[in-house]
């Protein structure tokens, strides 16, 4: 007798520990090195602050980080949002017409190469300062892997799929919605989770540049001032931000593609 027995619905909890387990390890060990270097003074702690001195600067600060640590995600997320649908729409076009491709792949090429943070300070003086600029940055870094998922996934549907719904009269609207575009999300999804964590860092860079507010804001003025506590703390939320994105596409990739979720060893079949 064979049965389908999916991990979930055997013992959830048993497979959220079983997952988590590791990288919490690895967490806390990273700490503990971190805490044995300052506690033995083999970094000096004007150079490196203890885990203990950072933690409790977050919650001494807790409403100031918070703040900023709003303006960061609120620039993130709106960047990755527009990233994602300009992407998409390209990828669409770039895959229904070789001409549109040829035209707008060494372009997007050429975009990804130059370095953001060199040209952030040009739309500082073309925009201004404020939030614009610094979607605009999260937008371009967090765009190219949006594009290039979506290419490959759209390009990835088995050509005998789309024979059959040719011969079955399907119209090329009809078989993208049905098949092409299904097919491609596993790719996208894949490409979404590196672009969210490139937005992080594209919104940081732009705050860099031109801004008052958000975490790139604080680390620059941490910098200046060799407030290295402070430093270590934007860096420590800047770094939890990104994790939570990433961790918000996964869920929904997983709630989306139940499907994929399966193949990649959530659901295993045993045999008795």
């Given at each position: 007798m064979v049965q389908t027995v999916t991990i979930r619905d055997r013992d959830r909890l048993g497979e959220l520990a079983e997952r988590s387990w590791r990288p919490f390890a690895l967490l806390a060990a990273c700490f503990g090195i971190w805490w044995a270097l300052t506690e033995f003074e083999v970094v000096p702690r004007y150079l490196v602050p203890s885990p203990g001195a950072t933690l409790q600067l977050i919650a001494d600060k807790a409403g100031y980080i918070t703040h900023h640590t709003l303006v960061t995600g609120y620039e993130t997320v709106l960047g990755f949002v527009i990233a994602v649908v300009v992407g998409v729409a390209a990828a669409v076009l770039m895959v229904a017409s070789a001409e549109v491709e040829k035209t707008l792949y060494p372009l997007l090429l050429f975009a990804q190469v130059v370095p953001k943070i060199a040209i952030a300070p040009l739309f500082v003086v073309w925009l201004g300062f404020g939030l614009t600029p610094r979607i605009v940055v999260?937008?371009?870094?967090?765009?190219?892997?949006?594009?290039?998922?979506?290419?490959?996934?759209?390009?990835?549907?088995?050509?005998?799929?789309?024979?059959?719904?040719s011969t079955m009269g399907a119209s090329p609207a009809k078989t993208f919605v049905k098949i092409r575009f299904p097919a491609s999300l596993p790719f996208?999804?894949?490409?979404?989770?590196?672009?969210?964590?490139?937005?992080v860092t594209g919104a940081v860079v732009g705050e860099f540049v031109g801004g008052n507010d958000g975490l790139g804001s604080i680390i620059l003025q941490a910098n200046g001032n060799l407030d290295t506590p402070m430093l270590f703390a934007g860096l420590l939320v800047m770094?939890?931000?990104?994790?939570?994105?990433?961790a918000a596409v996964e869920f929904a990739e997983r709630l989306l593609l139940p499907w994929h979720a399966s193949r990649r060893g959530d659901a295993v079949t045993v045999t008795y």
């Open positions: 999260a937008v371009l870094i967090a765009f190219f892997p949006v594009v290039i998922s979506m290419v490959t996934g759209l390009k990835s549907v088995d050509p005998e799929m789309l024979q059959l719904a996208l999804f894949s490409g979404l989770k590196v672009a969210v964590t490139l937005a770094s939890l931000l990104g994790v939570v994105l990433f």
